[in-house]
C-alpha cells in the first residue's frame, strides 16, 4: 500500500509488520507504541514493511528515524519487547478525498485521509442516481471504481476498532 501524502509533516510514522497489516485495513491509523521503560510515542502506519525476516515477526512496526528514537537509541537497529494500542489519530480538519495519479475518465481511485478512527466503507452515487455503490479497499489503501462519466458524491463509513 502507497500512501501519496507528504510524510514530512507526518514526522512520527511507521510501517506495519505483516501480521498487524491486514492487507492494508489499517493503513492510516493510529498507534501508542510503548518500550519496556513506559516510554512511548504515537505514530500513524502509513505502509507495509517489506523486509522478509523482522516484518515477519509478531507486534513489529518499522519506525520512522525520529519515532524510533523516541523509544531507543538507533545504533541498536531493532528495538524488541515493544507493546502497542491502537488510539485515535491527532488529525485536524474533516476527513479528506484525494483521487489517485493516473484517475481518468474511465477509471479512479480514492484516498480516504485525515480520520481520526478507522475507514469501515467508502460508497459512491452518480448524481441522478438512488442508490450508493460499495467499492473494495485494496491492499494499497484506495477504493478503486470504473464509473465512467458524470457528477457522484462519495460516502465513507467510519468505525472506530
Known amino acids: 500500500m502507497r500512501i501519496n501524502i507528504n510524510l514530512t509533516f507526518l514526522i512520527l510514522y511507521c510501517f506495519y ?3 498487524i497489516y491486514k492487507n492494508g485495513e489499517q493503513c492510516g491509523q493510529c498507534f501508542k507504541i510503548s518500550n519496556s521503560n513506559g516510554t512511548s510515542v504515537t505514530v500513524m502506519a502509513t505502509d507495509s514493511c517489506n523486509d ?3 516484518c515477519q515477526r509478531d507486534n513489529h512496526f518499522d519506525l520512522s528515524p525520529n519515532a524510533f528514537s523516541i523509544l531507543g537509541s538507533q545504533s541498536l537497529g531493532v ?3 515493544l507493546s502497542y494500542v491502537k488510539v485515535p489519530c491527532s488529525v485536524t ?3 479528506k478525498v484525494m483521487m489517485k495519479d493516473g ?3 474511465y477509471w479512479t481511485s480514492f ?3 485525515n480520520s481520526e478512527i478507522n475507514i469501515k466503507q467508502v460508497s459512491i452515487k452518480l448524481n441522478g442516481s438512488s442508490q450508493f455503490v460499495n467499492l473494495t479497499q485494496t491492499t494499497y489503501n484506495y477504493w478503486p471504481t470504473s464509473i465512467t462519466s458524470g457528477s457522484f458524491q462519495v460516502g465513507t463509513e467510519l468505525f472506530n476498532q
Open 17 to 19: 509488520g505483516t501480521k
Open 111 to 113: 484516498l480516504i485521509f
Open 52 to 54: 522478509a525476516g523482522y
Open 103 to 105: 484517475s481518468n475518465a
Open 79 to 81: 528495538l524488541d519487547g
Open 93 to 95: 480538519g474533516n476527513v
